[in-house]
T-cell receptor, first 114, second 112 residues
Framework: NAGVTQTPKFQVLKTGQSMTLQCAQDMNHNSMYWYRQDPGMGLRLIYYSASEGTTDKGEVPNGYNVSRLNKREFSLRLESAAPSQTSVYFC?????????????FGSGTQLSVL | QQQVKQSPQSLIVQKGGISIINCAYENTAFDYFPWYQQFPGKGPALLIAIRPDVSEKKEGRFTISFNKSAKQFSLHIMDSQPGDSATYFCAAPRGYGQNFVFGPGTRLSVLP
């Protein structure tokens, strides 16, 4: 039972490079999320997709774009990476976007931008 | 906008002791307050959650105490074990679709 799978696990970029973080879930969840985790800041929501075909900005969307490719997959793209985007990125999913839903997280992608 | 304050930032407890982590939130429009546990190199996982219509919820050694009037809730870990060493995040609802806003986390170390 894979749950939420993220790729890659580690990535080093140079400033200005672009990349896409991939996320897939096999739990038939409707809602998916991208968070970033920085020391002392907790988890901050970047973008979310309440259901297939919809995406919305979270707390820190600047410098990122997302695509809900289908019900299973939700990708995060950095068009022009900046050192401030050095972070650990987590994808998560939930059955629905209701406020009492359990979040299921992937194992994260550690990104360094030099 | 919902904000969550969490303390302490780090906590060291002897095996068998009680670990207590506190959280405070601002808005009370919603009804579900979870705690997530994260081990190094892993994603967070739901540990325990409470609805504010009750003042306390217990699951094994883990207890959430909820004080709605003070807008505070806390996690108590009884008989703390080295395997409990992890980072703990409290969370409060942000609103439909955006799910939760998380506290900054508490790194717990339980010494053998």
């Amino acid at each position: 039972n894979a749950g939420v799978t993220q790729t890659p696990k580690f990535q080093v970029l140079k400033t200005g490079q672009s990349m896409t973080l991939q996320c897939a879930q096999d739990m038939n969840h409707n809602s998916m999320y991208w968070y970033r985790q920085d020391p002392g800041m907790g988890l901050r929501l970047i973008y979310y997709s309440a259901s297939e075909g919809t995406t919305d900005k979270g707390e820190v969307p600047n410098g990122y774009n997302v695509s809900r490719l289908n019900k299973r997959e939700f990708s995060l793209r950095l068009e022009s990476a900046a050192p401030s985007q050095t972070s650990v990125y987590f994808c998560a999913s939930s059955v629905t976007a209701s406020t009492n839903e359990k979040l299921f997280f992937g194992s994260g992608t550690q990104l360094s931008v030099l | 906008q919902q904000q969550v304050k969490q303390s302490p930032q780090s906590l060291i407890v002897q095996k068998g002791g009680i670990s207590i982590i506190n959280c405070a939130y601002e808005n009370t429009a919603f009804d579900y307050f979870p705690w997530y546990q994260q081990f190094p190199g892993k994603g967070p996982a739901l540990l325990i959650a409470i609805r504010p219509d009750v003042s306390e919820k217990k699951e094994g050694r883990f207890t959430i105490s909820f004080n709605k009037s003070a807008k505070q809730f806390s996690l108590h870990i009884m008989d703390s074990q080295p395997g409990d060493s992890a980072t703990y995040f409290c969370a409060a609802p942000r609103g439909y679709g955006q799910n939760f806003v998380f506290g900054p986390g508490t790194r717990l170390s339980v010494l053998p």
